[in-house]
């Protein structure tokens, strides 16, 4: 009896440790408005980890209008062994870098650990989003992880502020993940930002 009772408590401590070391690793940013008369805003790129990493890069896309610039690492999520970079890349996205010597762990388990500034020209149709894509995580021990790529929705104080004075009475409208509107009856399977109100919401068709 006391053989068999030991088999589900081992069995059980196993299960907690799968648990523990899957837990989901977030690297985001949270949907946005700009202030009113605004065409520059703070961006914070959000980490929020069980796993600790050393390093990562990742590829920052934006949609028509938007623009980004002064990528820099959080000083509350780095060490004096963290190097950071970003480029513009010839296939119209961002590239951001981060890298340890020696190879040191980054600091914190949630909260900001990217800004950069985003500018919206006068291209910007009022609404637009930020897709983070290809996210390679590094533990300090060389183990890669890809946390999943994120959208976020971006609009302008105008296009917010209309879109509340009307949410009961407004169409809907459908835009691409980089910003252009869709007739509904042209609307094929895929992800696009709905809007309706002061509400915009991806959706799944």
């Known amino acids: 009896m006391i053989k068999k009772l030991q088999i589900p408590v081992l069995i059980l401590i196993l299960l907690q440790v799968s648990v523990i070391s899957m837990a989901e690793d977030r690297f985001y940013i ?12 703070e961006v914070a790129i959000h980490l929020d980890n069980e796993t600790a990493f050393g390093g990562f890069e990742s590829d920052i896309y934006l949609s028509a209008g938007l623009t980004a610039s002064n990528f820099r690492l959080a000083e509350t999520r780095k060490t004096n062994s963290h190097f950071f970079d970003s480029n513009y890349m010839d296939g119209g996205y961002y590239k951001i870098l981060c890298f340890s010597f020696p190879t040191t762990d980054l600091l914190g388990n949630s909260g900001p650990i990217v800004y950069f500034t985003l500018t919206a020209g006068n291209d910007f149709p009022g609404s637009g989003t930020i897709e983070i894509k290809n996210n390679v995580f590094s533990t300090c021990d060389l183990v890669e992880h890809n946390p999943v ?28 993940l980089q910003g252009i509107k869709v007739e509904k009856e042209r609307l094929t399977p895929g992800i696009y930002i709905k809007r309706q109100g002061g509400k915009a919401t991806k959706v799944v068709m």
């Open 30 to 41: 949270n949907d946005m408005v700009f202030e009113e008369g605004a065409t520059e805003c």
């Open 149 to 176: 790529g994120t959208v976020a929705v971006v609009m302008d104080y105008t296009t917010g502020v209309e879109e509340t004075l009307s949410d009961a009475v407004s169409e809907v409208e459908y835009y691409t």
